[in-house]
């Protein structure tokens, strides 16, 4: 999944530990002034850092179900 094909409001889950995230946690997507992010324990966590060489997230999957938040 590419970061242009998220919207706010999908829901993202973890499947490595970022520290500010836990494993498997499930967060919503959510937009500022510097792009999309979730909710992390340091505040927001903007998802372009976790863009690959090849252009999809890395570490992330989209998920249809409730989130941890």
Do not use: N, Y
């Not at 836990?22 to 002034?33: E, F, G, L, T, W």
Request: glycine share 14%.
């Amino acid at each position: 999944m590419k970061l242009d094909e998220l919207k706010v409001g999908d829901r993202l889950q973890g499947f490595k530990d970022f520290g500010c995230i836990p494993d498997r946690a499930v967060r919503i997507v959510r937009s500022c002034d510097s792009g999309f992010f979730v909710k992390c324990s340091d505040g927001i966590h903007l998802l372009d850092g976790q863009v690959g060489d090849d252009g999809h997230l890395i570490g992330l999957e989209r998920v249809k179900w409730r989130t941890t938040e």
